[in-house]
């Protein structure tokens, strides 16, 4: 009985000491009376708490700073190199690569033309962990200060356990990823699929910031979606929830790579309308699509226009099931040509059932390329307070 008295304690004391901790890095620079005031907890125990973040080096003191008529009060901060992450994003193309402040800014960014799919997996991790070595070598970083990596990896990741079941992007399957690196540079390493890891830094630092129930959509050459929860990503049971791309909108429709007919995908990936521009005219990219439409030419705004249809379908089945209060439209689709925003917003007015129309927001990715990257590197900082 004793024992779970004292698990509780321990339990509460760490989540206030998180939660006085995110309260200064947000308000930075801030006093002790406004933290207690803010918290609720007793000037004694915010004492203590800021005592032992100061003593692990997290936050310092500042210069006093007047408050009011002759009042001056110690202000706190953190200490922005107090310790670092190291973010990684796995892309079909590149790897992207980070290095993130206790501040949540990146200090330092680089990317590496990479093509997975054409090489080991070895291979790939040896270039990961190479490249995080040279870094950490250029930018004279203090190795004992990186207190973890985090890597963001397309496919179906077993987080728990660092593996990457399945990535047909990577050409992977049960590749133990995390512990290749960890062995490799000897620095804490956890991994996360892409898109949870992409709605992590959009909630935390990105455009989604104060929303409570936030979905994302991922549209470019795949289709995918990840959804959060006052702050906890819904995984579901086992990892995989939001496998939006496969969900089937006609059993009698177009052949899909998965072997099933009508998948989602099959409407709204760059391949599927590609393949539709195609039948009409030759069409080698996107980007001659968007530019035939911008030509006026029908056929083009034709298919822009159906697949803002079946987004704002997508969009409708999405709030319909979960409610959120924002829904984050990604992916190189509505990055690199926003002009089919709006187009999405004004089906969304005709295909969002009546009730849901005015509950959520439609928002675009703020860290856009960055994103994955920021979330990756913010899986290792989120609620960190402990040296380990
Ligand atoms: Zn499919």
Redesign the pocket.
């Known amino acids: 009985m004793k024992k779970i008295e004292k698990h509780d304690q321990d339990v509460i004391r760490l989540h206030n000491k998180q939660m006085i901790l995110e309260i200064i890095k947000k308000s930075r620079p801030i006093s002790r009376a406004e933290i207690t005031k803010i918290t609720k907890l007793s000037p004694t125990s915010v004492g203590r708490i800021v005592g032992e973040l100061c003593e692990q080096g997290l936050v310092r003191e500042t210069a006093l700073t007047s408050v009011g008529v002759g009042r001056k009060a110690i202000m706190l901060d953190i200490d922005p190199q107090a310790v670092y992450t190291i973010g990684v994003d796995i892309g079909k193309k590149a790897i992207k690569f980070g290095v993130m402040e206790f501040s949540g800014e990146l200090l330092h960014e680089e990317r590496v033309e990479h093509v997975a799919l054409q090489t080991t997996h070895e291979a790939t991790a040896a270039v990961i962990s190479e490249t995080i070595n040279l870094i950490i070598a250029n930018k004279n970083l203090d190795k004992s200060k990186i207190i973890g990596i985090g890597i963001g990896v397309p496919g179906v990741i077993d987080h728990e356990r660092g593996i990457v079941q399945y990535s047909s992007t990577l050409g992977w399957r049960n590749i133990p990823l995390a512990q290749f690196i960890q062995d490799k540079l000897h620095i804490l390493t956890v991994i996360d699929n892409d898109l949870k890891v992409k709605i992590l830094a959009e909630y935390l630092l990105g455009s989604a910031q104060g929303s409570r129930k936030t979905a994302l959509i991922e549209l470019g050459t795949g289709v995918g979606s990840s959804l959060i929860i006052d702050g906890d990503i819904f995984r579901g049971g086992s990892n995989s929830a939001g496998e939006l791309?496969?969900t089937t909108l006609d059993p009698n429709g177009n052949m899909?790579?998965?072997?099933?007919r009508g998948?989602l995908?099959?409407y709204i990936d760059e391949s599927a309308i590609l393949h539709e521009a195609n039948r009409i005219k030759e069409t080698a990219d996107i980007q001659q699509l968007f530019a035939a439409a911008q030509n006026e030419e029908n056929w083009a705004q034709d298919i822009i226009s159906r697949t803002s249809l079946y987004i704002g379908i997508t969009i409708n089945n999405i709030v319909c099931m979960y409610n959120p209060d924002a829904v984050i439209l990604c992916g190189d689709l509505v990055e690199n040509y926003s002009e089919i925003v709006p187009l999405i917003e004004e089906q969304c007015g005709q295909v969002v059932w009546e009730p849901f129309r005015d509950t959520f927001k439609i928002l675009t990715s703020e860290l856009k390329s960055k994103s994955i990257v920021v979330g990756a590197a913010m899986l290792v900082m989120n609620n960190y307070v402990d040296k380990s």
């Open positions: 791309g496969h899909c790579e998965c072997g099933k998948c995908q099959t």
